[in-house]
């Protein structure tokens, strides 16, 4: 025959009505029971509105530090390219090596802000706009890398032909004026990034016709060539439109990025 189990003990009602589990048989402590000191709250930091806004102002904070960075670049890679068709039309091979070397700089400068984008994404969670803006500077600083790589591609044909001009006469105005128009998107996009009430999207749109117009004029150009090697110069000259069309390409995505950060519509 099995034992009939034990009954459990009762919790003495002081217990229950401090809220307690004393376990019975030990010793209540007597007095009064504990409080709080005054003065002394248990509110979390995050539900405090003044710590929740200096986090938000150091975020902004970041948010700006990011937007003159990438405006840094775009201004380097403008006048990358903008020394690049210089030294080519003008055969300056010290201008040409110069953009050559400092290549190297917008490259450090994208690992950078790429990895300030990256920490933002993972340290503050930013939601809707904010997270469209971090974003958009990850792709951003990808796209300006790119620009200097093809105004280095410039520049290195301009030392491959040095001392002779790669572009033939009747073709340097064309591709004068084309260089000209990419190295002012590059610009506009250096001025929105910082001031986006600058923007001018009827312009870049206008600009950017026009340089579509340019390089089929050059490419155009190039059966009409003469001269001791014109396989070889139709190639330059197709190789060079083809770079300051990506060129400005490049400027015309990110300018349209901007407007998507501050519509949220895209283009």
């Avoid at 040409?96 to 917008?106: Q, W």
């Avoid at 969670?125 to 500077?137: C, E, H, K």
């Avoid at 490419?219 to 083809?242: C, E, F, K, Q, S």
């Amino acid at each position: 025959m099995r034992p009939s189990p034990r009954p459990l003990p009762e919790l003495p009602p002081r217990s229950l009505e401090q809220g307690t589990l004393t376990p019975p048989g030990s010793r209540e402590r007597s007095g009064p029971p504990l409080r709080r000191p005054a003065g002394r709250t248990a509110t979390p930091i995050r539900r405090d509105g003044v710590t929740l806004g200096v986090v938000r102002q150091l975020f902004h904070g970041d948010l700006e530090q990011l937007g003159r960075g990438l405006a840094s670049m775009c201004g380097q890679a403008a006048d990358a390219l903008d020394d690049a068709s210089g030294a080519l039309l003008d055969t300056d091979l010290a201008r040409a090596e110069r953009v050559i070397g400092n290549d190297s700089t917008l490259d450090t400068s994208r690992a950078r802000w790429a990895e300030h984008a990256e920490r933002l994404l993972a340290l503050q969670a930013p939601v809707a706009r904010d997270l469209r803006r971090v974003v958009t500077g990850i792709q951003i600083a990808d796209k300006i890398e790119r620009m200097g790589d093809l105004a280095r591609h410039v520049a290195e044909v301009a030392r491959r032909r040095h001392p002779e001009r790669a572009v033939p006469d009747p073709l340097v105005e064309p591709f004068r004026e084309m260089c000209r128009l990419a190295v002012g998107l590059a610009r506009n996009v250096q001025q929105t990034i910082t001031s986006p009430e600058q923007a001018r999207p009827e312009q870049r749109e206008r600009d950017d016709d026009r340089i579509d117009q340019l390089h089929h004029t050059l490419l155009a150009g190039l059966d009409d060539l003469t001269g001791p090697h014109p396989v070889r110069t139709a190639i330059d000259v197709a190789l060079l439109a083809r770079f300051v069309e990506r060129f400005a390409d490049q400027a015309v995505a990110i300018s349209r990025r901007l407007d998507y950060i501050h519509t949220g519509a895209p283009h």
